[in-house]
């Protein structure tokens, strides 16, 4: 499988920088984007991040859309306008930024989660808490039995 997959948490350093998974990093290369572009998620407390198969998945789905509606406005507002393109440094570290710690949370531990063709950017504790109901809410798909998806943050349905 290509593309970001499993769960990772570093340390942030004094600094405020924090390594990028080595996975991630490969997958980051392979993808030939220039840095890490990042925008605070619309569903959780995370912060969604990645390269071009990112950026794709974002234009593809404002294609979708008039390029002079509201809709377009407001995904485009919140996916392209409210996003940050990061440094990788020649150690793969990021530094996060003000506006990515507000968002998440972070302080001393990020934890990396893989999602296919992007990955999110937590709060160790935060993600521990959101992958206990995502995993009861994925039996509960794969039983057949969806609950249901109110898109509201922290997987409150």
């Not at 890490?36 to 950026?55: M, N």
């Not at 506006?99 to 160790?124: C, L, M, N, Y």
Request: hydrophobic share 40%; aromatic share 10%; charged share 20%.
């Amino acid at each position: 499988m290509t593309g970001f997959v499993s769960h990772y948490t570093n340390r942030v350093d004094a600094k405020g920088r924090v390594s990028i998974p080595a996975p991630f990093r490969a997958a980051l290369a392979k993808d030939g984007f220039e840095g890490l572009y990042c925008f605070p998620s619309p569903f959780q407390e995370a912060v969604d991040a990645g390269g071009h198969g990112l950026t794709h998945e974002i234009q593809k789905k404002l294609e979708g859309f008039s390029t002079l509606s509201m809709e377009y406005d407001v995904l485009s507002t919140a996916l392209y306008g409210a996003s940050e393109t990061l440094k990788i440094d020649r150690d793969g570290r990021i530094v996060l930024t003000d506006s990515i710690r507000a968002h998440t949370g972070i302080d001393q531990e990020v934890t990396f989660v893989g999602q296919g063709f992007k990955f999110q950017i937590w709060e160790p504790g935060k993600f521990r808490a959101h992958r206990e109901e995502a995993m009861k809410r994925a039996m509960a798909v794969l039983a057949g039995s969806q609950p249901g998806f109110s898109g509201q943050a922290g997987g409150a349905a």
